[in-house]
């Protein structure tokens, strides 16, 4: 796998830029008479404050937190250095007001010199996201960490296999079948993530990424925890308490003594198999949003109903009661090597709980230690082809609107038919999580994941341009640094614009040829399987015959079969791949064609602060 040819240079806010002699800190730094510090506050908003942050980082600003309380700031405050930037404190300032402004926040100014004690430097983490097998999860993981602006690259097995790991200082591995994926990446490129690890990487596995992760059938082994044997309710999903087994870890940075609401879809408990393995959080308690198999809160039925538990317990092969979690272990961490390791089943990287992302913040900075051994950028391969700027933009209007004339009502479409059947129940306030009751919903979650991302990408990528453009345009020339800054700016959209228009024009191939032919018919055949599904227990409620039922049964599962197959990636039918396959391809694509537009935006205002 190759990848952009961006090579040597001046060393810049972290960055090099060719052709350049490296210029130390210390002759472009001024002497700092005070810093800013963000405070922790409010969990559900403190997120913004992680954005910020991040901008900083990927400025090349040094950003400390402070261990334990510190003056009046709670631990996990942010602390924010002028003493290492190669630009005067006052345009700084300038830069931080701007930003902060932006975002709704109100730093605090200090004007002494930074504490020598109780403060932790971050290391930039350079995120890099397992996309593969993952679909509804790892959309809803990139999404989360793009709205807080970390640095994220999504990578497929083969980039996995071929080295991309060398570029990041931290996997984050996603929900959905760990077996899968174990599948997917293969011997190689477990070999690789290893080494990863054992030379200072790291590691983050909520779910399907915690299973991965540890010593179970078909995983890793990258952490002594097994799944906990006790009761744990069947197919749980929906915020449940989880409490920090000990409050003043960062993982709990800003988080109280009694912890938070997180969601584990679909998840189970972990089972440590020795001391070297810290509990960090343990379930508690049940929000009135918690299910148990997607038929009942069971949090309602314990206050209200506690004498018939038992039944239930009964009904849902002897796991009902969401009692039976408390005390059992949620999230852990764990070492490999020099690397670090939290795993997981809540998910604090969910769509529209924004409570949960603080910790996954927390968790990032606190696994992320070491640099990554090439910090030059990376993208996907990309043929030699040209594409101008105005080509690319057309093939991005153009699957627009194919994407929003197929994909986005057909979603839109599903969802509507089956919370109109009663098939299942949306959650107004978390993207892409339905109540399912009766049917297939996850495919339905699936879809409607693709659908809202890939238009919300293909959206953005003309604003990103844009604003490149304009900044582009306003930056004076007049320094050799910024000049040579500029030509690798150019160097790099040169590269997006080859990968996008080819990435693009074979996405167009696939809607053409498979989406817009096939797309009507999996949705008609999937909606005569919920229909199946229904008719099938109004028979059995009313007494039907049993011949006739089974003739209907049969029916419905040779649909099923061709038109679904099996929930894992692996065992789907192959009329669902075809659909499906097509909309992770250019979904991994957009991914990181705008993070690089993100950080090229980012890399033009470092070079607009050193034009003055």
């Known amino acids: 796998m190759s990848r952009p040819p961006f090579n040597g240079g001046l060393l810049l806010f972290g960055e090099r830029f060719p052709g350049m002699e490296v210029v130390t800190m210390s002759k472009a730094m001024t002497a700092s008479k005070g810093y800013y510090v963000v405070p922790l506050g409010e969990v559900a908003k403190d997120w913004k404050k992680v954005v910020l942050v991040n901008r900083l980082l990927r400025l090349g600003w040094g950003v400390y937190r402070n261990t334990s309380r510190l003056y009046s700031y709670p631990a996990g405050s942010f602390f924010i250095s002028f003493g290492e930037l190669p630009i005067s404190e006052s345009k700084a300032s300038v830069y931080l007001a701007e930003q902060a402004e932006k975002l709704g926040i109100s730093p605090v100014y200090r004007a002494e010199s930074l504490p020598k004690n109780g403060l932790e430097k971050l290391t930039r983490p350079h995120m890099a996201v397992l996309y593969a097998t993952g679909e509804k999860w790892a959309l809803m993981t990139m999404n989360v960490l793009e709205t807080m602006e970390f640095d994220v690259d999504a990578l497929s097995a083969e980039d996995i296999r071929q080295g991309a790991l060398d570029h990041a200082n931290i996997l984050f591995i996603p929900g959905g079948s760990h ?316 590269y997006v614009y080859r990968l996008g228009g080819q990435a693009l024009g074979k996405t167009l191939e696939a809607y053409h040829c498979r989406i817009k032919g096939g797309l009507s018919e999996w949705t008609l055949n999937l909606k005569k399987i919920l229909l199946y599904q229904q008719l099938l227990a109004i028979m059995k409620e009313k007494g039907s015959e049993p011949g006739l039922i089974e003739e209907i049964s049969q029916k419905h599962k040779k649909l099923s079969k061709e038109y679904i197959g099996n929930w894992r990636w692996a065992q789907a039918s192959q009329k669902y791949r075809d659909i499906f396959a097509a909309l992770d391809e250019i979904a991994y694509y957009l991914a990181n064609l705008k993070f690089e537009l993100v950080d090229i935006s980012l890399q033009l205002d470092k070079l607009q602060l050193l034009s003055g």
């Open 179 to 494: 077996t899968d994926k174990a599948t997917d990446v293969g011997p190689e490129g477990e070999a690789k993530v290893k080494k990863f690890l054992e030379s200072g990487g790291a590691v983050l596995g909520f779910c399907g990424g915690a299973a991965l992760s540890s010593r179970v059938k078909d995983g890793w082994g990258l952490i002594d925890v097994k799944r906990d044997p006790g009761k744990v309710p069947k197919a749980m999903h929906g915020p449940i308490w989880i409490k920090p087994e000990k409050s003043d870890h960062p993982l709990w940075y800003g988080y109280s003594s009694e912890g938070y609401p997180l969601a584990p879809w679909y998840g189970k408990a972990l089972y440590p198999l020795n001391e070297r393995v810290k509990v960090l959080g343990r379930y508690d308690r049940p929000t009135d949003d918690f299910y148990v198999d997607h038929d009942l809160t069971g949090s309602f039925f314990s206050e209200y109903l506690p004498e018939e538990m038992g039944t239930l317990d009964k009904i849902f092969d002897g796991y009902a009661n969401p009692q039976y979690l408390k005390g059992m272990v949620a999230i852990a961490e764990g070492e490999y090597g020099a690397g670090k390791i939290i795993v997981g089943y809540p998910h604090p990287e969910t769509p529209g709980l924004e409570g949960g992302f603080l910790l996954l913040a927390n968790a990032i900075y606190y696994v992320t230690r070491n640099h990554p051994r090439d910090e030059r950028p990376w993208l996907p391969a990309a043929d030699a082809k040209s594409y101008s700027e105005t080509e690319v933009l057309m093939l991005v209007a153009e699957l627009r609107g194919e994407h929003a004339a197929l994909v986005v009502p057909v979603s839109k479409d599903l969802l509507k038919f089956g919370t109109n059947n009663l098939y299942w129940t949306p959650r107004p306030h978390i993207a892409w999580s339905y109540i399912g009751i009766n049917g297939p919903f996850y495919i339905c979650e699936r879809l409607e994941a693709y659908g809202d991302e890939i238009l919300r990408q293909l959206d953005d990528f003309h604003t990103l341009i844009d604003e490149i453009n304009v900044k582009r345009n306003l930056i004076p020339r007049t320094k050799p640094v910024v000049k040579e800054g500029l030509a690798q700016v150019a160097e790099r959209l040169d």
